[in-house]
């Protein structure tokens, strides 16, 4: 029996790790200094979704998880990117971000497509399926 729990821990640990390296790949958290790099440049490979929020805001947290569970069945077409408004002024100046939760999908460098509020699942699918297609 003790081959065989070693096998089964071992397969686990297997699991457990393809599993970490898929979220680091569907959810990244960006900032001022690196959102150039980050959302900028990737988004010429494959679109990039930015989720800015804050830990104060409700809709925000509300959103999160319908992003989050959309970026895990299209991983490997898309990417998700957080970004905190109260720590990164600079890029929510620059895009403008006047009201949270907003979201804006980048594609070859640019916002290709945008929403603010937390809207009903089918409609965020609606969107990000609309901006995979084209």
């Known amino acids: 029996m003790d081959g065989l729990e070693e096998i089964r821990k071992g397969k686990i640990e ?3 790790k393809k599993m970490k390296n ?7 958290e960006v900032n001022d200094s ?3 790099e980050k959302v900028i440049r990737q988004s010429k490979e ?33 990417l998700l990117s957080k970004l905190d408004v109260d720590k990164n002024p ?6 403008g971000i006047m009201s949270i939760p ?7 460098g ?3 497509d945008e929403f603010i ?3 009903p699942e089918s409609q965020v699918r609606n969107c990000i399926n609309k901006n995979l297609n084209d």
């Open 34 to 36: 690196n959102f150039e």
């Open 46 to 78: 494959m679109p990039v979704i930015v989720d800015f929020w804050a830990e104060w805001c409700m809709p925000c947290l509300i959103l999160g998880p319908i992003l989050e569970k959309i970026a895990d069945e299209y991983a490997g077409k898309l």
């Open 117 to 119: 509020g937390a809207l």
């Open 14 to 16: 297997e699991i457990e």
């Open 22 to 28: 898929r979220q680091t790949k569907i959810k990244i």
């Open 90 to 95: 600079k890029t929510t100046q620059r895009y």
């Open 102 to 108: 907003a979201v804006k999908i980048f594609r070859n």
């Open 110 to 112: 640019k916002v290709a």
